[in-house]
């Protein structure tokens, strides 16, 4: 296996070195007990009430995960427990406007998903320019119920991005492009349920194994709560995240008029790419990384998603999602996104058609830099991977 991560900075290796002398003398802490997050949480907020529990097994599961898989070194068990802190804050926010949340309309909201690596950013940022779509931004996301005081949300993700840009032992623009403002995942929202994509950000392998089985029916009330919080009422919300994918009957229970696009890409080519964009982030946040096993459940994980695109379109309202093939995507974007309109009888006029080719032409594939992945470079090969997802490449027309 041929793809080691890089090593961090110097800096960085004398702050890992530094960190657990600063935390002894109680200036921070790297805290990942769930009681005891749970506790400061309560007290940073003031309030008490964590709504529904079933959040408690998936916290339970995940900090387990992360002190026994993960292997994280000072910075890395800093960062997950701020975004647990962070995430049990919005929790508690999210309980106390739970009856405000439960009693707000929501229009029916476009939600992109399919195989990450498979076109949902581009595809996403491109369908959020239409004149009546709302995107929420990467700062909204990351803390999508403000607490009491000035808001300072914008400004803490900017700081929080360019502290990552400064970690990442090479560029990742190339393969997720990341800034405050844009829109990005609405993954995000399932961090207060503790069952969000986003927290592989580290490589709590136990958890994610654990977490393809579980009932996300109740994240799924709470994002649908987070949704009409975050709605603007003259505006459909323009939503992505590849593994709604995974859960398609959840999504459409919490929201029954969601209207879904679902991109499809050749898994020979998603896999290693979307092991590259993984082993970038858990480089910055992990040592000695166990990269056999963080591959075979980045395969399975795709593999589950894929298998569940098959297996539960049944279960799902005719209509209401439409497949898109990457190579039309990347073929022709603009046209894609003609078709999804007229599909889900949404405008589309001249002014959009030259928002969208502006976007389209300053947006190149390549405008941040190349981005080279093979399957070998992970040990395994294309005719595989291909194997392995079978069943979904002849149901969606990828041979």
């Known amino acids: 296996m041929s793809a080691a991560p890089r090593p961090l ?31 400061l949480a309560v007290q940073r907020s003031g309030l008490t ?10 916290l339970e599961r995940l900090l387990d995960s992360v002190q026994t898989d993960a292997r994280l070194h000072f910075l890395g068990r800093r960062f997950m427990h701020q975004v647990v802190l962070r ?33 949902t950013t581009f595809l996403h940022r491109l369908l959020a320019l239409a004149d009546d779509a709302q995107a929420l931004p990467l700062w909204e996301l990351m803390e999508p119920v403000a607490g009491p005081g000035p808001d300072r949300r914008r400004v803490e993700a900017e700081r929080r991005m360019a502290r990552l840009a400064r970690v ?39 958890w994610l194994e654990w977490m393809h089985h579980q009932d996300f029916g109740p994240a799924y009330a709470d994002y649908r709560r987070l949704l009409a919080l975050l709605a603007r009422p003259d505006r459909r919300l323009v939503l992505k995240d590849p593994f709604h994918a995974m859960h398609l009957p959840a999504l459409f229970s919490a929201v029954p008029d969601a209207r879904v696009v679902q991109t499809h890409r050749a898994p020979s080519e998603v896999v290693p790419s979307f092991h590259k964009l993984c082993l970038t982030l858990h480089a910055v946040f992990a040592e000695d990384l166990d990269l056999q096993r963080i591959v075979t459940a980045n395969t399975d994980w795709l593999a589950h998603l894929a298998q569940r695109s098959v297996d539960d379109r049944v279960l799902v309202p005719a209509g209401q999602v439409l497949d898109v093939d990457y190579r039309d995507l990347v073929r022709d974007p603009v046209d894609t996104c003609r078709r999804i309109h007229a599909h889900f009888g949404l405008p589309f006029d001249e002014a959009l058609e030259a928002r969208m080719q502006a976007f389209v032409a300053e947006n190149g594939q390549r405008k941040h830099g190349p981005n080279p992945y093979s399957a070998e470079d992970y040990g395994q090969t294309t005719a595989g991977i291909g194997a392995r997802f079978q069943d979904y490449r002849s149901t969606y027309g990828l041979d």
Do not use: Y
């Open 49 to 58: 009430d964590f709504g529904d529990p079933s959040f408690r097994p998936a």
């Open 87 to 119: 995430a049990l804050e919005v929790r508690l926010r999210l309980a106390a406007r739970a009856p405000e949340a439960d009693a707000l309309p929501l229009r029916p909201p476009l939600v992109i998903c399919g195989l990450p690596r498979s076109g």
């Open 9 to 39: 900075p110097l800096g960085l290796r004398m702050i890992n070195r530094v960190g657990p002398m600063v935390e002894r003398s109680g200036i921070l802490t790297t805290e990942l007990d769930p009681d005891a997050l749970c506790a």
């Open 168 to 206: 990442v032992p090479h560029s990742i623009d190339a393969q997720h492009l990341m800034r405050a403002d844009l829109p990005d995942e609405c993954g995000h929202l399932f961090k207060p349920a503790f069952l969000s994509s986003l927290l592989w950000m580290v490589p709590a392998t136990g």
